[in-house]
């Protein structure tokens, strides 16, 4: 394995309510990225970091949120929890940008109901 | 978006038998590409990489093969194992090089 941790892995909770989803590298990578996977779509992307304090945005963005105040740690922030949030969270590093894989964590399985 | 697809939803073989799981891309800029191997419960597994200066590449048991002219690339498993059944899907680099695009993945499943 990559050295990649989320937690929490499952989560139930209800609409409305804030959630933080948390990934931990030891890996020292400078990249670190927040997916989405949903049936009948690939991976996609929320937010991702390329450095301490560094984020972006992703093609998934809206109602999400992110922080990095340190290497190796990468947070996922849901404000106001929505259903269409229900989905499994996927936290992903590398070394680079995007010429170098990225390795994923085992995810976050988060039911909002 | 970009539009990173597959041919065939599933794939079923038997066991020995080579698999040759296929993916579509539409950005004739990409250049790396990425499979992945997902089982299930399980996040997304790095299974071999190509960059575009390259047509073919091997690893242990699997080769990509990369046709820029048809922008289509290809994953083949030689001796399929039943530990091979999983979800399979290609990664591609997008225009501006920092993300990634993924396809929605072929379901293997090999039959003892």
């Known amino acids: 394995d990559a050295g990649i941790t989320q937690s929490p892995r499952h989560k139930v909770t209800e609409t409305g309510t804030p959630v933080t989803l948390r990934c931990h590298q030891t890996?020292?990578?400078?990249?670190m990225y927040w997916y989405r996977q949903d049936p009948g779509h690939g991976l996609r992307l929320i937010h991702y970091s390329y450095g301490v304090k560094d984020t972006d945005k992703g093609e998934v963005s809206d109602g999400y949120s992110v922080s990095r105040s340190k290497t190796e740690d990468f947070l996922l922030t849901l404000e106001s929890a929505t259903s269409s949030q229900t989905s499994v969270y996927f936290c992903a590093i590398s070394p680079g940008a995007g010429n170098q894989p990225q390795h994923f964590g085992d995810g976050t399985r988060l039911s909002i109901l | 978006g970009e539009n990173v697809g597959l041919h065939l939803p599933t794939l079923s073989v038997q066991e020995g038998d080579n698999s040759i799981i296929n993916c579509a891309y539409s950005n004739s800029a990409s250049d790396y590409f990425i499979w992945y191997k997902q089982e299930s419960g399980k996040g997304p597994q790095f299974i071999i990489d190509?960059?575009?200066?390259?047509d073919k590449r091997q690893g242990q048991r699997v080769t990509v093969l990369l046709n820029k002219t048809v922008k289509h690339l290809s994953l083949q498993i030689a001796a399929t194992q039943p530990g091979d059944s999983a979800v399979y899907f290609c990664a591609e680099n997008s225009k501006t090089g920092n993300q990634f695009y993924f396809g929605t993945g072929t379901s293997l499943t090999v039959i003892p």
């Open positions: 890996e020292n990578h400078r990249y």
């Open positions: 190509i960059r575009s200066n390259m």
